[in-house]
């Protein structure tokens, strides 16, 4: 069995999990903690991922980021290679795919530590960027930690953004989710078993060590 | 000093009625109270102060320092207040030591001298050996003095507490009183406490400001509030002051007398400047200033007699309930000896009768 299309789904979707929690850290801080114009329509600009269907998503990412577009152009005279159909186009696709959600259970998370310690550190002087990363990040890091835990199976499982961008090439942009719609499709029965049993299981773990991450009540106070 | 004059509204919305508040007060030196019931504004003012909410009117300024002003639009964010902030539930940060606590606060300072002062601070409120440990594996006790060191490692300007002793027994509350005198002796930090508790209003304020449905109602020292309450309202929060409807009756100034009727009951008070014949005013008097005796033999001119309707015993006196409302405060030991008596007499000494 050919195991390419695992190694790269887990190197894609560790990629992806680091870049997203960047991401969904920057995004949950803005929406929880800063005041400014058109905040309510960045939250949507995030919510949006979720509720378009992936094709959708996979044709917008090609717009900006093929070959023709202006980003693709820079990205491609600055490494030398383009950015669609390789295997950074699936982390995109992966990113597109779990920072959403990521941002939202991380909002969760910051918002329900209490309140009355970013008033104490506020009123000691404190910066509102050394707060954020000194006392809200570390009073919620297990329900970060579980959050990443969750995103990281959620960019494991993307196949519409992944399937548009990063295309179907085997041995090089094939991902698990992938390569099991192409066994199906070319009535490879066995293949498609044993790649779906491969993903229900890293599901099933992740869940599980994702809820054994539960922040303790304890830091609420 | 520490001046401030705000106006925050809150419109009526579903089950909860509107509020206004519009204070206007002063903090100096030593240890001032802002007293009042709960809902009356005081932990909303001390927020607007500590800049965790936005007034909608007023400003404030601390040494000269203009905090907030609505009409220029100045509004400093906590952070450039100078205000120390000290929580009923310490709010010390769960995830760090108490010597990182401090020392976390200290990281606003300039480097130099950071270290030896959070190891002063930790000398002086002697938590040096438990330095090492987290909020949650020391004592209460502890836990509160950390974070009063903590409030004082940025030296601020003003101290701010909510409500700091609910909760507390007593051992811990009177620890906590003495840490305070030392705030004020040795600190020399100007203190704003928020309390409903009168006694604690009493030990702790050189000055006091009684707030009442988002008002002051009377400012000064508790002495001069206890002596003579400015309003009906104040009066009644107080809780030691009978409140009776009376109607002055005779005004003689020569003499320096008044003669006032309440429920058909003559009384004699001093004269009242600035009142007519015929007024109805509220009379005031303290539970503990009417002198009351059992009733033995023929009333006496000029005292009153009346029924006993229920006693009720607090730890040091017993509260007497006569017809009309009327309360009376007796020393337990007195009460317990007469306990069995149903008349009693009444005397209401000249003096004692103000009049709101």
Redesign the interface.
Known sequence: MDYFPLVLSLEVAIAATAISLVIALLAAWALSFLEFRGKDLLDAAITLPLVLPPTVLGYYLLIVLGRESWLGQAWESLTGSPLVFTPKAAVIAAIVHSAPLLTKYLRAAIESVDP??I??????????W?IYL??VL??CQRAIAASAVLAFARSLGDFGVTIMIAGNIPGKTQTLSVAIYDAVESGNASLARTLVLIVSAIGLLVVWVANRMNPPQ??R? | MLEVRLQKRFSPSGDSAGFELSAQFQVGAGTTVLFGPSGSGKSLTLDLI???SKPDGGRILLNDRLLVDVGTGVFL?????????L?Q?H?L???MSLRENLA??A??LPKLGRHRKVNQLLESFRLTEIAGRKP?EVSGGQRQRCSIA??L??EPAVLLLDEPSTGLDTTLRHEFYEILARIRDEFAVPVLLVTHDLEEAFILADQMHVLIDGRIAQSGSPREILNQPASAGVADLLGLFNLLPAEIKQLDPGANRSKLRWNDVELEGPYYPARLLGDRVTVCVRRDEISVTPKMGKAEKGSLVLTLEAASETARTALLHFAGGLIVELPLEEFAENRHHSEWTLRFPTSTLRIL
């Open positions: 009355i310690y008033k104490a550190a506020r009123s000691l002087g404190l910066p509102e050394m000194r006392v570390p009073l304890a830091l106070s | 500590a800049g965790f964010p906590p952070q450039q207040r100078d205000c120390g902030y929580f539930r709010a940060f769960p995830h976390f606060a990281t606003s949650n903590r409030a490692v940025v």
